[in-house]
């Protein structure tokens, strides 16, 4: 009988404890939307823009780093290069939500390497 306690107990508090986790987990996603996610080289402006603030220069790092096939590059593009381009990207962006975000990363890099 006492194990039976014992048992239920647990299994009432592991309930809990999972909607806790779950729900932890979904707020440290980098977007504030719940469209399911797609390869950087598919973003459009408007993905870009729906990412937190704080992730979106790590966003320009990735999209410069890969290649259209999702392939690493040898780049040599440092924190400096990002926050370079960054205020472009922003502007292109707001102008042009439906515009390729990986091209412009892509254009933006070439123009500063």
């Known amino acids: 009988m006492e194990m039976k306690v014992i048992g239920l107990a647990m299994a009432l508090t592991a309930v809990p404890l999972t909607a806790v986790a779950a729900s932890s987990d979904q707020s440290k996603t980098p977007t504030n939307s719940t469209k399911p996610a797609k390869p950087i080289t598919e973003w459009t ?42 205020p472009t990207l922003l502007e292109f962006c707001n102008r042009n939500l439906q515009e390729s975000f990986w091209d412009k990363v892509k254009s933006e890099f070439k123009k500063h390497m």
């Open 45 to 86: 402006c408007a993905d870009y823009l729906e990412l937190q603030e704080n992730y979106q220069p790590y966003a320009i790092g990735w999209a410069t780093a890969y290649s259209k096939a999702g392939k690493p590059e040898d780049t040599a593009f440092d924190v400096e290069g990002i926050e370079t381009i960054r």
